[in-house]
Every structure is written in structure tokens, then in C-alpha cells.
């Protein structure tokens, strides 16, 4: 069922392809402060399946983006995320993190150095969370001493996913082709009249290949027009968003991951490079830097550990379920679950005690009162697909 412009509520923001979202007949819900599609009239589940077999076009105009501008910015953002920012080069992408001083995750996002629009030198482009980029912008303003601060609410964003997402977007534009996984390129969208201008970078939140695009909001309806005419690709929803990342393992900030949880917990460890580890030529220098150093040096020793469950029957498994060990002890609490359409059946990430988290580890979830046998796996649930050249 689609809505009126009437009948949303008035204190939600809307992205600029909300009159599209409502002539494809999606279904609007408050998410993050916006009126979100969370499904078109195929329904999450047919949304989902394309998107694996195809491509889907995903609306993520609500999330934030900003730049940071100065010759110290990628040392001066180090301050505030444990990743390698300085030894980006220039059209690489990167997975970060904000900390706080409890070692806590503030928020996840991604950061890459990139040529400016207008062509006067490089700046770091950061893509946050719909829900945290007010904080993170207010975060970054401690940076404003060492580095421009420009958030960009005049620019939407787009993500086509799926196995044949560039090959598709490569018919309108052949060097998007030539790009890999975890980077990203200044592109030209020809069209009638003067060609959309796009910054594209080959990354995204189902686990498969595609794109994510960056564009002027007030072309973004054209743009997404020239895409929907494209015979691979369909307009999915928050539904099937969802889903498609939950069997891609990736965690969802407020869920997965939040203020308490530490990477080392998170299992993003991975994502700290060497250099920013104890015995790194810059080690440490961010919040929480003691508390998140000191347990990838004695990892064992954490208490918890975010993990992947499969249901072991057909009922799902929602967040907040508790988790139970086969001698009754509290084993931990799911975060996110649903039922995984490319698994065909219940999957779910969760924090559990150290001494639960090896696969094949058998718990039981408490639903409506009722012990939901699930068996721990090691994500993702399906494979990833990246385009790695």
C-alpha cells in the first residue's frame, strides 16, 4: 500500500526520490527520522531474491555525507577512529569506526580520499548512519581546528546491488567496469542534454558486487529513472536491505553494534590495520585506544563475542531473544534475526559468553516463552560476492 503526502507524519524528513517511492506503490515507514520504503509491491522476499540473482536499486539518501578538506585531515580524523586513514591513497576506500573512550563503537562508516568536485585539490568524502550523522558531524566539528568540516545535505545516494549491478550501470557508463572492490571514481551518466555527473564507489551492504553512487539531489530522480530502465535492475526496500546484509554477517549500528560493544567483541578487528596496533608506527592516539589495543593483545581473555546462529527449525528469531545453554545458563542475546530467504531458513547475529561462541555450539532462543533450537555458525551466511579483480 502506498501513501499520500498526507498521510505521512509531518515530522519526518523526506529523501528526494520520495514522489518516486510512492508511484512504484511502495509501502513508507519511519526510519531514522525519514519516510523510508520498506517494500514495493513485490514484497521483501521476491525484493531480496533479485537482488541476489540481479540487481536491485536501493534509496540510501538518508544517510550522511561529509567531507573534510585540509592537507591534515587524514591525520586529524586518526583521532577519532583506529583505522589507517593516512596511508589511504587517493580513490581507496575504507571501512572505520568512531571510538569512545570506553573503547565503544559510536557509529560505522566508510572514508575515502577523492579529487573535489569543483577539481581544487583532494578531500576525505565519509559516508555515516542516517541515525548518527548529527552526532558525527558534531564529532568532527572538534576536528575544525585542523580541517574543514563540510557536511553535504545537497547530495542523495544511491546503491545498486547485485551480480549484474555494474554490468548494467557499465551499458550507460563502460569504465565503471574497470573498478574494484573498495574503490571509487569521479563518473559521467550520459543522458539527453548535459551527462549526470556521479561519484561511484564499488562497495555496499549485501554482501554482493554493485555500486554505491553519490549524486545532487536534484538529480537523483533522473538518475534513478535511467537505472529502473534498465532490465536487470528493480527498487528494493529497507525489507530486504535487511535481510540481504544479515546473511552477509554485516552488523547494523544500533543493533550489532553500539556505544558498548568493542570492535574486539564486534569481530572487526580485522578492520584495524597494523600501523594503529601496539607496535604500530601510530599506535594508539584514539578514544578507547588502551581498551581496544589491550584486547586484540589478549583477545582470549574477552568476555563476549558477536556470532552467527542458524535456527535448527523454521521459527524465526527476532532481536532481544534471549539465549539459553543446554544446561540453562544465559548464553547471550540476539541482535538481529529473520528468516534468510537465500539460506531458506532462520539466521541471526548475537553476543554471547566467550565459552558459547565456537561453531556448532548448540543454544536455545526464548520465543513467546517457547526454547527455539539454533546452532552457532561462523558467518557470513552466504558468500560474499565482491569484485576483487
Known amino acids: 500500500m502506498s501513501e499520500t503526502p498526507s498521510s505521512v507524519q509531518s515530522d519526518l524528513l523526506l529523501t528526494p526520490l520520495y ?133 553535504m545535505p545537497e547530495q542523495a545516494l544511491i546503491a545498486l546491488q547485485g551480480p549484474a549491478a555494474v554490468q548494467a550501470f557499465a551499458r550507460l557508463v563502460p569504465e565503471a567496469a574497470a573498478m574494484v572492490f573498495m574503490t571509487g571514481r569521479w563518473l559521467d551518466v550520459p543522458r539527453a542534454g ?46 530486504a536491505r535487511d535481510t540481504l546484509r544479515l546473511e552477509a554477517g554485516l552488523c547494523l549500528y544500533g543493533h550489532d553494534i553500539d556505544a558498548t560493544t568493542t570492535p574486539v567483541e564486534a569481530g572487526l578487528v580485522w578492520a584495524i590495520q597494523k600501523v594503529r596496533r601496539n607496535g604500530g608506527a601510530r599506535a594508539g592516539g584514539f578514544p578507547g585506544a588502551d581498551v581496544v589495543l589491550g584486547q586484540i593483545d589478549a583477545s582470549a ?49 548475537a553476543y554471547v559468553g566467550a565459552e558459547f561462541a565456537a561453531p556448532g555450539t548448540a543454544l536455545h532462543a526464548q520465543v513467546r516463552g517457547r526454547a527455539v533450537p539454533m546452532q552457532v555458525q561462523p558467518m557470513p551466511f552466504v558468500p560474499h560476492r565482491y569484485w576483487r579483480g
Do not use: W
Open 301 to 349: 581473555a574477552v568476555a563476549r563475542r558477536r556470532v552467527g546462529l542458524i535456527g535448527m527449525d523454521r521459527t524465526p528469531v527476532r532481536d532481544g531473544a534471549e539465549l539459553l545453554a543446554s544446561d540453562g545458563r544465559v548464553a547471550g542475546r540476539v541482535t538481529s534475526g529473520s528468516f534468510g530467504p537465500s539460506v531458506g531458513g532462520p539466521v541471526a547475529m
Open 19 to 151: 514522489g518516486l517511492h510512492l508511484e512504484l506503490g511502495a509501502r513508507l515507514v519511519p526510519f531514522a527520522g525519514y519516510s523510508m520504503p520498506v517494500q514495493y509491491p513485490a514484497g521483501i522476499l521476491a525484493e531480496h531474491l533479485h537482488t541476489r540473482q540481479s540487481a536491485g536499486l536501493f534509496d540510501i539518501s538518508h544517510m550522511g555525507q561529509v567531507a573534510l578538506r585540509g592537507a591534515d585531515a587524514a591525520a586529524a580524523l586518526e583521532t577519532l577512529v583506529p583505522m589507517d586513514i593516512v596511508g589511504l591513497v587517493e580513490g581507496k576506500q575504507r571501512y572505520a569506526l568512531f571510538t569512545n573512550e570506553q573503547g565503544g563503537i559510536l557509529d560505522d562508516l566508510m572514508v575515502i580520499p577523492r579529487t573535489r568536485a569543483d577539481g581544487a585539490g583532494t578531500e576525505l568524502f565519509l559516508i555515516v548512519n542516517a541515525a548518527c550523522k548529527a552526532q558525527d558531524i558534531a564529532l568532527l566539528g572538534a576536528l575544525s581546528d585542523r580541517c574543514e568540516v563540510v557536511p
Open 194 to 239: 548535459a551527462p549526470i555527473r556521479v561519484f561511484a564507489t564499488r562497495s555496499g551492504y549485501t554482501g554482493e558486487d554493485g555500486l554505491e553512487i553519490s549524486v545532487a539531489a536534484r538529480e537523483v530522480e533522473a538518475l534513478a529513472r535511467l537505472l529502473l530502465a534498465l532490465p536487470e535492475v528493480k527498487p528494493i526496500g529497507l525489507g
